[in-house]
């Protein structure tokens, strides 16, 4: 059964740099999404992705953040300069391949701590 | 805005019944079910539309009633797997982000 994959599983990065998460959505699928959970929180939307150009944005998504989908298979989240509330759980999530409504299907999740 | 959820959390015996609920305050597409277990994503378990259907499989079943913008699930005969975090989460259009709840913790017990 196709599945969303993500790298890396669990990423640890010092306060101000630069992280990219990735994921692989699954592949006929025509629209992605970034969510995070804070650790024993809801899931949170951040972005979504249609037509290689967002669609919508959360407050949370600010100029810090950016998505890219560089290829045909891979959509890239990156956080420039991280800060420590940006510790969380990022998990990528696809849906969509004709007619509708959409199951949105969730990876596994990165794991992002910002020490 | 987020959908309400009720109860917070529910604690049952193996084989008992329980009824999570999931609200909004705005006209609603869609209603997607989740449930996470501890340290996992998110696993969809249905997506139900407007038009009140009813959906289901296996011992987990759902409602939409679009006039109340209510949607409830149902869990019958509780198996010990069910343990976990239930969200809701609307949206809008078909292709819509989803907009999730604060979710119901459910632990069953043997």
């Known amino acids: 059964e196709p599945e969303v994959t993500q790298t890396p599983s669990h990423q640890v990065t010092q306060m101000g740099q630069e992280v990219i998460l990735r994921c692989v959505p699954i592949?006929?699928?025509?629209?992605f999404y970034w969510y995070r959970q804070i650790l024993g929180q809801k899931v949170e939307f951040l972005v979504s992705?249609?037509?290689?150009?967002?669609?919508?944005k959360s407050e949370i998504f600010d100029d810090q953040f950016s998505v890219e989908r560089p290829d045909g298979s891979n959509f890239t989240l990156k956080i420039r300069s991280t800060k420590l509330e940006d510790s969380a759980m990022y998990f990528c999530?696809?849906?969509?391949?004709?007619?509708?409504?959409?199951?949105?299907?969730f990876g596994p999740g990165t794991r992002l701590t910002v020490t | 805005q987020q959908p309400v959820q009720s109860p917070q959390a529910v604690i049952l015996r193996e084989g008992e019944d329980a009824v999570i609920n999931c609200s909004s305050s705005?006209?609603?597409?869609?209603v997607h079910w989740y449930r996470q277990k501890h340290g996992e994503a998110p696993v969809f378990l249905m997506i139900?539309?407007?038009?009140?259907e009813q959906k289901g499989h296996d011992k987990i079943s759902a409602s939409f009633n679009e006039k109340k913008q209510q949607s409830s699930l149902y869990l019958t005969a509780s198996q010990l797997s069910y343990s976990g975090t239930y969200f809701c989460?609307?949206?809008?259009?078909?292709?819509?982000?989803?907009?999730f709840g604060k979710g119901t913790r459910l632990h069953i017990l043997p």
């Open positions: 705005k006209a609603l597409y869609s």
């Open positions: 139900l539309l407007k038009g009140g």
């Open positions: 999530a696809s849906s969509g391949t004709s007619g509708g409504p959409y199951e949105q299907y």
């Open positions: 989460g609307t949206g809008r259009n078909r292709d819509d982000k989803i907009i």
């Open positions: 592949s006929n699928h025509l629209y």
């Open positions: 992705f249609y037509n290689n150009e967002i669609s919508e």
